[in-house]
């Protein structure tokens, strides 16, 4: 079974600093990886998601995220952040190809604390 | 288009009752699951179902009942409510095509159990 680990429970940063929220996952098959955040007493949004292909993947408010095979790791990243931000953000993994009983696998969380 | 959508969106039980949270979504989708998130510990699967009259169990189903009658509907039973079960829960629905793939989750049920 595939499994999450989420490095950091929690990510205090300065507005306008660089952050990077780390992913790790185990799986003996291939994956599909997935990033969602949770802005306050909200559910889950989808923030990006790496299926196939291009091994960086972008979100539309400036998130990244690069798969990396070797290191069974993906990281997410943004350049500067903001207030906004603030949120848990959750990295989540399945088996790829579409099974009809995968699972998707989440880890326990990066609270991201955006100071002013 | 609705969604996935889950009703009550908030829930005060007390220790031995029992109740039903709903989830419903209009996409067609065969696979529905529930979550339970707590602090600290991420989002963890209670049951999921592959379609109509197909359910299994995920992570943590110990004091919790599902079944799947229709394609649309995947309620979630507590038969009977213990402090422990305290938790918000998601429920989500799974589209499994190309580049499309990927889950959609209900805004959630709150629960405390007093």
């Known amino acids: 079974a595939q499994s999450v680990t989420q490095l950091d429970s929690q990510v205090p940063v300065f507005e306008e600093a660089p952050v990077e929220l780390r992913c790790n996952y185990s799986s003996s098959v291939s994956v599909y990886l997935f990033w969602y955040v949770q802005y306050p007493n909200q559910g889950l949004q989808l923030l990006l998601k790496?299926?196939?292909?291009?091994?960086l993947v972008e979100s539309i408010n400036g998130f990244e995220a690069e798969f990396n095979k070797s290191q069974t790791s993906f990281h997410l990243r943004k350049p500067s952040v903001h207030i906004s931000d603030t949120a848990e953000y959750f990295c989540?993994?399945?088996?790829?190809?579409?099974?009809?009983?995968?699972?998707?696998?989440f880890g326990k969380g990066t609270l991201l604390t955006v100071n002013p | 288009n609705a969604g996935v959508t889950q009703t009550p969106k908030f829930q005060v039980l007390k220790t031995g009752q029992s109740m039903t949270l709903q989830c419903a979504q209009d996409m067609n989708h065969e696979y529905m699951s529930w979550y339970r998130q707590d602090p600290g510990m991420g989002l963890r699967l209670i049951h999921y179902s592959v379609g109509a009259g197909i359910t299994d169990q995920g992570e943590v189903p110990n004091g919790y009942n599902v079944s799947r009658s229709t394609t649309e509907d995947f309620p979630l039973r507590l038969l009977s409510a213990a402090p422990s079960q305290t938790s918000v829960y998601f429920c989500a629905s799974r589209t499994g095509t190309g580049a499309n793939y990927g889950y959609t989750f209900g805004s959630g049920t709150r629960l405390t159990v007093v």
């Open positions: 989540a993994v399945t088996l790829s190809g579409g099974g009809s009983n995968y699972k998707l696998t």
């Open positions: 790496y299926l196939s292909g291009s091994t």
